[in-house]
């Protein structure tokens, strides 16, 4: 006699239980992870380019203005964050300088983030709200 050899019924449903399970934990933390990535992504390039709004107050003893960040890129140093075909991944990006030109603002979101970050130049503190 030639004995049959596989998995039964059972076993492929233990295995396709647990796979589901494994599954219905990990998609939702994935999807946190990559949250938190575009808020980085947002932060980074808010603190680069104050980084290079200081610098170009160096050397035009004045702070800009810039409305978003491609708009941005004339600091000097300065490259925004883009995507695949080349667009900035910034819903929300801007430097607004004050009328006399010795202080400013900046704000910056994620396109995919849930957090919008805001700088003053007068405090010199980052701060984080939903967006």
């Known amino acids: 006699m030639k004995k ?3 998995f039964t019924l059972i076993e492929l449903l233990v295995v396709v239980a647990i796979v589901g399970i494994l599954a ?9 992870y990559r949250t938190r990535a ?10 680069n380019s104050i980084t290079a709004q200081e610098a170009a107050f160096v050397d035009n003893d004045a702070y800009q203005s810039c409305a978003d960040a491609v708009a941005c890129e004339v600091l000097p140093g300065f490259k925004a964050t883009k995507d695949g075909n080349a667009a900035s991944v910034m819903s929300a990006f801007s430097h607004t300088a004050a009328a ?3 202080s400013f603002d900046a704000t910056a979101t994620h ?3 849930d957090l919008r970050y805001d700088y003053d130049s007068a405090t010199g503190v980052i701060t984080s709200a939903p967006a």
């Not at 219905?24 to 946190?32: E, G």
Request: hydrophobic share 30%; charged share 20%; proline share 4%.
């Open 24 to 32: 219905a934990i990990a998609i939702p933390q994935f999807a946190a």
């Open 100 to 102: 006399d030109g010795q």
């Open 111 to 113: 396109n995919n983030g």
């Open 38 to 47: 575009y808020n980085s992504t947002a932060e980074t390039d808010l603190r």
């Open 4 to 6: 049959e050899k596989g």
